[in-house]
T-cell receptor, first 118, second 112 residues
Framework: SAVISQKPSRDICQRGTSLTIQCQVD?????MFWYRQQPGQSLTLIAT?????????ESGFVIDKFPISRPNLTFSTLTVSNMSPEDSSIYLC???????????????FGPGTRLTVT | LAKTTQPISMDSYEGQEVNITCSHN???????ITWYQQFPSQGPRFIIQ???TKVTNEVASLFIPADRKSSTLSLPRVSLSDTAVYYC?????????????FGSGTRLLVRP
């Protein structure tokens, strides 16, 4: 298992500014993921962050808007840049804990960061 | 990645068994089927995972028919605290990562 914390838990930001969200894990993990969840909606994968390499972004998400850092095996940051009200959402990080067999891993999620852009 | 389809919402009463069915017609050979539970203001929590037949743990059972094109999450004797959104996911290894793509989920309401 893995215990994940995120900072901040929530923030209210003005449009045009940037916010960096931190994700800390209590154990070393290879893969970390960043998701976005808009109110009442499902989760959308933003990117996959592998330690030591560039993050891999999903369709519709770009590095200039959502730069990600992964400096070590227990930590990652996601920055939401040049924010607009459309970026108001919950941002969650997750980590993968691999099982015994290929493909039977579990993902553990952080509590999320609730971002409101005014 | 396979797309999943599940009911948008379900209602139940305390003490009843709840079965949520998910279809994943395009599931690939390597795909596992995983269910997550999410309470308001929390991240999703892993419930159960299976590849075929039946899997049971302390909280739920997962039934997967031979063709694997659907799966059913069974929650025995639900309580009010089981009110949550339940997500069915399939995924496989891509770029050395087991990637999960969330569908719309099923919003379960358990009534007294």
């Amino acid at each position: 298992s893995a215990v994940i914390s995120q900072k901040p838990s929530r923030d209210i930001c003005q449009r045009g500014t940037s916010l960096t969200i931190q994700c800390q894990v209590d154990s070393q993990v290879t893969m970390m993921f960043w998701y976005r969840q808009q109110p009442g909606q499902s989760l959308t994968l933003i990117a996959t962050a592998n330690q030591g390499s560039e993050a891999t972004y999903e369709s519709g998400f770009v590095i200039d808007k959502f730069p990600i850092s992964r400096p070590n095996l227990t930590f990652s940051t996601l920055t939401v840049s040049n924010m607009s009200p459309e970026d108001s959402s919950i941002y969650l990080c997750s980590v993968e804990v691999q099982g015994r067999l290929a493909g039977d891993g579990e993902q553990y999620f952080g509590p999320g960061t609730r971002l409101t852009v005014t | 990645l396979a797309k999943t389809t599940q009911p948008i919402s379900m209602d139940s009463y305390e003490g009843q068994e709840v079965n949520i069915t998910c279809s994943h017609n395009n599931i690939a050979t390597n795909d596992y089927i995983t269910w997550y539970q999410q309470f308001p203001s929390q991240g999703p929590r892993f419930i159960i995972q299976g590849y075929k037949t039946k899997v049971t743990n302390e909280v739920a059972s997962l039934f997967i028919p031979a063709d694997r094109k659907s799966s059913t999450l069974s929650l025995p004797r639900v309580s009010l605290s089981d009110t949550a959104v339940y997500y069915c996911l399939v995924g496989d290894w891509m770029d050395s990562s087991y990637k999960l793509i969330f569908g719309s989920g099923t919003r379960l309401l358990v009534r007294p």
